[in-house]
T-cell receptor, first 112, second 113 residues
Framework: GENVEQHPSTLSVQEGDSAVIKCTYSDSASNYFPWYKQELGKRPQLIIDIRSNVGEKKDQRIAVTLNKTAKHFSLHITETQPEDSAVYFCAAHTDSWGKFQFGAGTQVVVTP | ETGVTQTPRHLVMGMTNKKSLKCEQHLGHNAMYWYKQSAKKPLELMFVYSLEERVENNSVPSRFSPECPNSSHLFLHLHTLQPEDSALYLC????????????FGSGTQLSVL
């Protein structure tokens, strides 16, 4: 079936360095790609999203890039801080009833 | 409280128990969802409700029974669960069932003994 592959599953970075998480999707009809951040014991929260007609989007220290031809999209976090430590998961959405495919998540640990 | 609220936050139950999870959204949304979140696995969509009508049932075992009495409230009734059902159960809402912007609750961490 349709799915989203997310890598890596864990990522440890030094404070101030950059972190990159990659997702690959299979459904060519996917047209919306959100990223969620989930801190321990808290709800997933949308941090950034991108639509299929855009190649890149940036919001302060986070950015998302989309390669429609290769069917992959990536989350970039620059100048990482300890509060960036969380699980991040990607998703791909198609125009249908609640049709999201989610990645399995990446545990990001930012060490001081 | 604004947003999506779930109760209880934690639940421990035996395999013969009957319990219910509750979700309430204060966003004026028309669609509500139940997701199962297991460690290191993608979120699994269980049920979708649009204007109190179930529009999606992802082959979920009958021991999980959803109920949506109105567009602001969603329940998940649990009966005769198995240990492998232990997981975080997340409720979410969106403006409507085709809208991409999901707002999640904090979840109920369920342990089945």
């Amino acid at each position: 079936g349709e799915n989203v592959e997310q890598h890596p599953s864990t990522l440890s970075v030094q404070e101030g360095d950059s972190a990159v998480i990659k997702c690959t999707y299979s459904d060519s009809a996917s047209n919306y790609f959100p990223w969620y951040k989930q801190e321990l014991g808290k709800r997933p929260q949308l941090i950034i999203d991108i639509r299929s007609n855009v190649g890149e989007k940036k919001d302060q220290r986070i950015a998302v890039t989309l390669n429609k031809t290769a069917k992959h999209f990536s989350l970039h976090i620059t100048e990482t801080q300890p509060e960036d430590s969380a699980v991040y998961f990607c998703a791909a959405h198609t125009d249908s009833w609640g049709k999201f495919q989610f990645g399995a998540g990446t545990q990001v640990v930012v060490t001081p | 409280e604004t947003g999506v609220t779930q109760t209880p936050r934690h639940l421990v139950m035996g395999m013969t128990n009957k319990k219910s999870l509750k979700c309430e959204q204060h966003l004026g949304h028309n669609a509500m969802y139940w997701y199962k979140q297991s460690a290191k696995k993608p979120l699994e969509l269980m049920f979708v409700y649009s204007l109190e009508e179930r529009v999606e049932n992802n082959s979920v075992p009958s021991r999980f029974s959803p109920e949506c009495p109105n567009s602001s409230h969603l329940f998940l009734h649990l009966h005769t669960l198995q240990p492998e059902d232990s997981a975080l159960y997340l409720c979410a809402s969106s403006q409507d069932a085709r809208n991409e912007k999901l707002f999640f609750g904090s979840g109920t961490q369920l342990s089945v003994l």
